[in-house]
């Protein structure tokens, strides 16, 4: 699977895509068995799927955002939220100038909570703006993968995260992921940081990841795009 986008300038002249698709991932710590990158592969691996099915504009990812709750881990870069809505109005309104004016942005972190005001911000007069997966799309995907844990005990590097890379990136995920699971309620995350829940980064149950259950998830969350983008261009 390409991540990212090899097209050229000739090429989107031919396409004439009427929205465009930005992935947004996140450069934090996922553990010793996922890369630093894993927000960003996740959240290319959708979008490029997306683009390649619905024919979208897709844009290169934007690697670095609001990761502070990993800080005490070493190799974990974060930029503010301020900067990270600066950077996506910077885009819709270059986007604008060529006359697409319809972005969807494709979230690889849970961390960016921002995300979800500049997209309520951006739609007050008419739909322009959208956030996928949702919560919903993530829990049709979960299903439709046959993943057994849950959402909730699944925080982090484990077995969505885990497996989706088994798909995409199989020569990231190294092979102690069969024996790093670990469960913990982080009640005042937001307060205190992963590094007061988990010793090794880990929230989940990567043991039960799968290169199948990657890929089922990838085609679930295709399909469950097909509303957004209908909503979204209505």
Known sequence: MNLWTVATAADESRR????????????????????????????????????????????????????HEHAAWR?????????????????????????IDRLVLVNGHGGNYVLSNLVQEANIDRPRLALFPGRRDW???????????????????????TSILLHVAPDTVGTEFEKADHLTERPHLLMFGLAAYTETGVIGQPSLAAEAKGSA???????????????LTR
């Open 75 to 99: 190799g974990t870069v974060s930029i503010s939220s301020t900067t990270l809505t600066a950077i996506i109005k910077d885009v819709l309104a270059s986007l604008r100038r060529q006359g």
């Open 217 to 231: 998830v990838l085609a679930s969350l295709v399909r469950s795009f097909e509303d957004t983008l209908a909503q």
């Open 16 to 67: 004439q895509a009427e929205v465009a698709i930005l992935p947004i991932g996140s450069f934090e710590q996922h553990g010793s068995h996922l890369p630093l990158a894993t927000d960003t592969l996740v959240a290319s691996a959708i979008a490029a799927a997306l683009a390649e099915r619905y024919n979208l504009f897709l844009l290169p990812p934007v690697t670095i955002s609001c990761s």
């Open 139 to 161: 829990e049709q995907a979960r299903h439709d993968a046959g993943l057994e844990s849950t959402s909730h005990d699944d925080m982090h590097a484990g077995e969505i995260e």
